[in-house]
Antibody
Framework: EVQVAESGGGLAQPGGSLRLSCAAS????????MHWVRQATGKSLEWVSA???????YYPGSVKGRFTISRENAKNSLYLQMNSLRVGDTAVYYC??????????WGQGVLVTVSS | QTVVTQEPSLSVSPGGTVTLTCGLS?????????PSWYQQTPGQAPRTLIY???IRSSGVPARFSGSILGNKAALTITGAQAEDESNYYC??????????FGGGSKLTVL
């Protein structure tokens, strides 16, 4: 069964850092694009970052320069390093497998709270 | 900055047909936008319904279909059921690796 599962959420202070992980199973991880998507309470989904199978990375302007997506194919793992965190980064963060421009598999999400 | 537009809310009667749309504040949606659709109930992770305009994700009932209607992407539910009452989000590929979600549509089945 194709699955992805996030970990590493929690509380961080404004200006602080946090690293999220996503463990993948049931598919050949190295051959898929992978993404992070977030959702603040009561708000729409927001695409946060993508990494291609070749390691190319992409970000929206809202997180570019602060967040870094990476992958470790030998461990079937995806990461999101979040620096210079802001209160506005508070959200549930989802890991998702890429499929033809969108996503086909989602994790259950992990909560990140940025507060002093 | 281009905004992805969706109807904030829609309603449909049980057994009826409803079409949700996904457009751009500037320009047209095409198959090259690789439109995809996601269903989400409160407190749950999103579920993929459609990707690449009209490909149903695994396990998605045939009553969900995707298309391009005019200059927008569309999600049509034919024979709506009570369990289809959810929030629906579309995603568009903007090029250069960038994706943008719409604001979401809340569908009521009544």
């Amino acid at each position: 069964e194709v699955q992805v599962a996030e970990s590493g959420g929690g509380l961080a202070q404004p200006g602080g850092s946090l690293r999220l992980s996503c463990a993948a199973s049931g598919f050949i991880f190295s051959t898929y694009d992978m993404h992070w998507v977030r959702q603040a309470t009561g708000k729409s989904l927001e695409w946060v970052s993508a990494i291609g199978s070749a390691g190319d990375t992409y970000y929206p302007g809202s997180v570019k320069g602060r967040f870094t997506i990476s992958r470790e194919n030998a461990k079937n793992s995806l990461y999101l390093q979040m620096n210079s965190l802001r209160v506005g980064d508070t959200a549930v963060y989802y890991c998702a497998r890429g499929m033809q421009g969108g996503f086909d598999t989602w994790g259950q999400g992990v909560l990140v709270t940025v507060s002093s | 900055q281009t905004v992805v537009t969706q109807e904030p809310s829609l309603s449909v009667s049980p057994g009826g047909t409803v079409t949700l749309t996904c457009g751009l504040s500037s320009g047209s949606v095409s198959t090259g936008s690789y439109p995809s659709w996601y269903q989400q109930t409160p407190g749950q992770a999103p579920r993929t319904l459609i990707y690449s305009t009209n490909i149903r994700s695994s396990g998605v009932p045939a009553r969900f279909s995707g298309s391009i209607l005019g200059n927008k992407a569309a999600l049509t539910i034919t024979g709506a059921q009570a369990e289809d009452e959810s929030n629906y989000y579309c995603l568009l590929y903007m090029g250069s690796g960038i994706r943008v979600f719409g604001g979401g549509s809340k569908l009521t089945v009544l």
